[in-house]
């Protein structure tokens, strides 16, 4: 199937009936949801395009009580669109062009050490005869101009060494960079959900006593969409990330988990996370939001809350869900409120 890294599908059309009638059985065995995801990964499976993929998949999949689409997806990353992001082709092409000129010059480099060596050689025997004065000055002068060639070769090398560490370097910035820019909300610059899920997963397994969660909504967010437009809607949700972007520290990961939802991660106590639940809610609500034409005063903006504690041994779901059920209530019992649960 052409390289280990790059998984194809270019079956003719009999071959690729084939691999999904092997593929459906495998899916329907363990309950697996017939979504394109999850069709791409049993299929390269069947395809056997991958065994490092097909190992994984069977492991993350192994009965048909382990479907979780979140495996899912961090495959279909890994192995689907990992591969296909430009960056990372870039980056790849960038890599063999630098291999390719360090390869020629250190073949150049050695040509010219080959050649320094055979005239040294040639040299030596010249001395070991009797020979006259004047041969061994030509010889003398031929060596100094190999030396200098050589030197010079030296120099060209070293310099296509620091050309390549530097792009490197560079590469390994715009890399760093764009890996920073897909944890990033675009619109309010603050982590989005893949941040969170990340940040979550290593939340409970690093210190799993103390982790609260927050999950907040703005509460009529569709009113404000329609009473003063969408572009309004998308500034509030800048100013809340804003807000909220203040609040990051070692203890405290916020992110925007959706929509007009944010989520905040707290390494504290129940009773720390309850006192920021509620200094975040009242400083939204204390917010003065401005049209920018008319600078005429939107209303007040406020945000339910639910907030709970994580217990030992549960999964990073079944955390968020009872936050999601605390902020239910809270929009329940009248919005504007944190509700633990
Ligand atoms: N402007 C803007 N609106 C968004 C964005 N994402 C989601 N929304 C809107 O957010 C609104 C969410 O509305 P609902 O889920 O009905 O809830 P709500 O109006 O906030 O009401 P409650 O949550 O019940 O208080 C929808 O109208 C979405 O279109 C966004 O990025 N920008």
Redesign the pocket.
């Known amino acids: 199937m052409g390289n280990d890294d790059i998984i194809d599908f270019r079956e003719d059309l009999p071959t690729a009936s084939n691999y999904l009638r092997m593929a459906v059985p495998l899916m329907v065995q363990r309950r697996i949801p017939p979504t394109p995801y999850n069709y791409a990964l049993w299929y390269a499976h069947v395809q056997n395009a991958h065994p490092e993929l097909s190992r994984k998949l069977l492991a993350a999949f192994p009965d048909e009580d382990s479907y979780d689409p979140r495996k899912s997806e961090a495959l279909f990353l890994e192995y689907f669109v990992k591969h296909y992001l430009p960056q990372s082709t870039q980056a790849q092409e960038l890599i063999a062009t630098l291999v390719a000129q360090l390869a020629q010059a250190v073949s150049r480099n050695l040509q010219g050490v080959h050649n320094y060596g055979a005239s040294l050689r040639g040299a030596i025997e010249v001395f070991e005869q009797d020979v006259d004065p004047h041969q061994i000055r030509a010889m003398v002068g031929k060596l100094l101009t190999e030396t200098r060639d050589l030197e010079e070769l030296n120099q060209v090398f070293a310099s296509k060494l620091k050309a390549a560490s530097d792009q490197v370097e560079q590469l390994k910035r715009e890399l760093a960079e764009s890996e920073r820019r897909a944890r990033i909300d675009p619109?309010t610059k603050i982590p989005n959900r893949r941040g969170f899920d990340e940040a979550i997963a290593q939340a409970l397994t690093a210190d799993n006593e103390t982790t609260c969660l927050l999950l907040l909504?703005?509460?009529?967010?569709?009113?404000l969409?329609d009473t003063y437009g969408?572009p309004m809607?998308?500034r509030v949700?800048q100013i809340v990330g804003g807000v909220l972007g203040k609040l990051q520290s070692d203890r405290i990961f916020i992110a925007r988990y959706g929509?007009?939802e944010f989520a905040v991660i707290v390494n504290d106590e129940l009773e720390a996370a309850h006192a920021l639940a509620e200094q975040i809610r009242c400083q939204i609500a204390a917010l003065q939001i401005k049209r920018k034409s008319t600078h005429d005063t939107i209303g007040t903006i406020t945000v339910?809350i639910g907030l709970t504690r994580f217990r030992p041994g549960e999964s990073a779901e079944t955390f968020i869900e009872r936050a999601d059920t605390g902020l239910y209530l809270a929009?329940q019992e009248g919005?504007n409120r944190v509700i633990i649960a």
Not at 217 to 223: L, Q, R, T
């Open positions: 619109l909504d703005i509460d009529y967010f569709k009113k969409n969408h809607g998308d949700l929509g007009e339910s929009k919005r």
